[in-house]
């Protein structure tokens, strides 16, 4: 079996985003190393909050440019203080999403074992669901108007956007053995967007007549999501409500510190993109004590978009076993230990 190799680009970013990014890289060349027919060359790319203080922007003009020529994209987190959040987020993380396509972002909301639940009488098997979210339009595809007495924001749903996220929701059902669909929505008060949403889903599902399908409002769907997590499988939304509904997710599943998203383009004209969902934690960040799990997470969904899901579980696998033990912990699980002492426990289980 030949080595394959693939060229990563590392968008570390800012707060504790080199932290984990540093832990996430150390973990996939442990499992290369051991494994022997996969390797990794990580090339780093001081972009985010400090590159726009000093430049006025928060990528090259280039970027996308640069980056089309890599494999795939690990990036760390971006936001801070002293930057404007909707200049952070649209000047790197929405410009790549969007600029490569990137329309799957898959987010899963899995309790693993050892893993805190703040929910009572739920058992871990009841938290497994993953998100499917349309990543390129919706709400935030960044069309509107903005003057000094009135502002508009306008959701862009078209049907091509719609129906492939929506296939690749029923698609991932089929491949996974999943039996369930659920599409988020707010059709009853957004009269146009959503509307044609639930109209695409309906047509979209007479395609698998072997997945059971559902549809419920966003606030309702934040209720059992709490109230009974179990009716939850596949779950399909938009842009806004995937991003909304998934940090519930992270807080019923063990905290922001062990939420994964992954951001595909899934026909691979362009690289796709892995990153934790806890943002830039500027609070703790310098302090070596972020959590690093969540960014081994997107790493092992990296090992699943490059062909060894083996690979993946693997390093899931070892988080678990960590999490299972409890000794070697971060302060938001309880813990006093060191990002570094967590990255040796998780290697050391592999």
């Known amino acids: 079996m030949e080595c394959k190799k693939y060229n990563v680009a590392v968008l570390a970013g800012d707060g504790i985003g080199p932290e984990v990014c540093e832990a996430g890289r150390q973990v996939m060349q442990a499992a290369a190393e051991k494994d022997g027919h996969i390797a990794f060359t990580f090339t780093d790319h001081p972009w985010g909050c400090t590159y ?30 002293d930057v404007p959040d909707h200049i952070s987020l649209r000047g790197l993380l929405l410009t790549i999403r969007q600029g490569f396509d990137q329309y799957v972002n898959l987010r899963p909301v ?29 709400e935030y595809a960044g069309k509107g108007v903005l003057e000094a007495d009135r502002a508009e924001q306008v959701g862009v749903f078209t049907r091509k956007g719609c129906e492939r996220i929506i296939h690749y929701a029923f698609e991932l059902a089929v491949r996974e053995g999943r039996h369930r669909v659920t599409s988020i929505s707010k059709g009853n008060a957004l009269n146009y967007s959503m509307v044609f949403w639930d ?19 966003v606030d309702a769907a934040s209720m059992f999501m709490v109230k009974d997590p179990g009716r939850f499988d596949v779950v399909v939304c938009s842009n806004l409500f995937g991003d909304i509904l998934t940090d519930l997710g992270a807080a019923i599943a063990g905290g922001m510190g062990l939420s994964a998203g992954a951001n595909i383009n899934p026909e691979r004209r362009f690289p796709s993109m892995f990153e934790p969902i806890h943002g830039s934690a500027p609070d703790i960040a310098g302090q070596g004590i972020s959590n690093p799990m969540a960014t081994v997470w997107a790493c092992s969904q990296m090992m699943d978009y490059f062909g060894r899901p083996d690979l993946g579980k693997k390093m899931l696998d070892a988080v678990e076993a960590v999490l299972e033990e409890g000794t070697v912990l971060t302060p938001d699980l309880g813990g006093s230990a060191k990002t570094d002492d967590v990255t040796r426990a998780i290697i050391n289980k592999l």
């Open 199 to 217: 109209k695409i889903f309906a047509e979209v599902a007479k395609d698998y007549p072997q997945i059971e399908t559902r549809s419920l409002l």
């Open 110 to 138: 899995k309790l693993l074992k050892g893993a805190p639940c703040p929910l009572k009488d739920v058992k871990r098997e009841d938290i497994d669901m993953i998100f499917v979210r349309e990543n390129s339009e919706g």
């Open 52 to 81: 726009y203080k000093e430049t006025g922007r928060m990528m090259p003009e280039d970027g996308l440019e640069i980056l089309k020529n890599y494999d795939a994209i690990l990036l760390g987190a971006v936001g801070r203080p």
